[in-house]
Structure formats: structure tokens, C-alpha cells
């Protein structure tokens, strides 16, 4: 809390937050298990046991959508 950093006589500092569309979506991808290709491309959705592939992903604006599951978004969309 605040007052236990008080006490210890250090401040938070905040240095700002995180954009997450800056957040590359490729590395989340591949570490999952999907091949990744720069631009447009197709891939197995992480978010669900899926036998084919039905996620599209956009590598240049890092954003997915999958037709099958229906979810979509950013990098922090697939982690969080």
C-alpha cells in the first residue's frame, strides 16, 4: 500500500502505461503454436481446441478474429 512505501521512504513512480495495440502479436502466436507469415494471414485459433484453421490475424496491425470461437482483439486480448 502507500503508507508501506511512505514508511520505507520510497515513492512509486510511474513511467506511463502500456499501449496494448503496440504489443507485437506474432511472438504470442507462434509461442502458442501457430505459424505466423507477415501481413494477412490464417492460423489455428489459440483460443480454443480448433482442428483447422479459422482465425485470421493482421500482423500489421496486431489484430486477430476467429469465425469460429467469434473472439477477437489485440496481443493482451490472448494472454489476459
Not at 49 to 67: G, Q
Amino acid at each position: 500500500s502507500a503508507q508501506d512505501w511512505s514508511r520505507l521512504g520510497k515513492t512509486r513512480k510511474y513511467k506511463g502505461s502500456v499501449d496494448a495495440n503496440a504489443i507485437p502479436i506474432t511472438p504470442i502466436i507462434a509461442f502458442y503454436g501457430g505459424e505466423v507469415r507477415e501481413g494477412n494471414a490464417s492460423v489455428r485459433c489459440v483460443l480454443h481446441n480448433d482442428s483447422h484453421r479459422s482465425a485470421s490475424i493482421n500482423t500489421y496491425d496486431n489484430l486477430y478474429f476467429c469465425f469460429t470461437c467469434g473472439r477477437g482483439g489485440n496481443a493482451a486480448n490472448i494472454v489476459c
